[in-house]
């Protein structure tokens, strides 16, 4: 299945990573901490599960984090369904190659799933710790390493060297 043209790119490796499809990591992590962006459903579900992780993590308005049983099986309850309504996009949204192409380990709603709560993660460190904290600087360097991860995948299944699984 050929991949949608993008007017101005003459093959599927020099596409942008919005080539329509999937958005690249720096506005999913511009949606995750509630920032106004434009480019579809999976920047509306990254920030939906950022709600989510940073509910369970930190707490919102003034909370702390989830205590309650019932809370804590329901937050992760709407986390799941995050993800799998982020697969179900993916599978009826985006071409795959499956000839010749490696499978990736996860689907991509599990790695937006761990980059929302990355993103959780280093920004409550950055509010709570001091500036030379070792904490503080691995929540930002683990973020980093998850959205280069991310924007890798996307520029291979674009190009056809990646598929994903469907599970």
């Not at 909370?63 to 709407?78: C, F, M, Q, Y």
């Not at 995050?82 to 000839?99: C, F, G, S, T």
């Not at 937006?112 to 993103?119: F, K, Q, V, Y």
Request: proline share 6%; aromatic share 4%; hydrophobic share 40%.
């Amino acid at each position: 299945m050929a991949l949608p043209d993008v007017p101005g790119c003459t093959d599927a490796e020099s596409q942008p990573l919005t080539a329509g499809l999937l958005p690249p990591s720096d506005l999913l992590l511009r949606a995750c901490r509630g920032h106004r962006v434009i480019g579809g459903p999976l920047l509306w579900f990254g920030h939906d599960l950022a709600v989510l992780h940073e509910k369970r993590l930190v707490g919102r308005g003034g909370t702390g984090p989830e205590t309650d049983p019932t809370s804590i099986v329901e937050n992760k309850r709407r986390r799941i369904e995050l993800v799998m309504a982020i697969d179900d996009w993916i599978v009826r949204n985006l071409p795959q190659h499956r000839l010749g192409a490696t499978l990736h380990t996860e689907t991509v709603g599990s790695v937006i799933d761990r980059l929302a709560e990355a993103s959780v993660r280093a920004h409550h460190a950055l509010m709570t710790l001091d500036a030379n904290d070792e904490v503080l600087h691995s929540a930002w360097h683990h973020l980093a390493e998850l959205s280069d991860a991310y924007d890798d995948l996307v520029r291979d299944v674009l190009a056809g060297r990646r598929r994903l699984p469907a599970w």
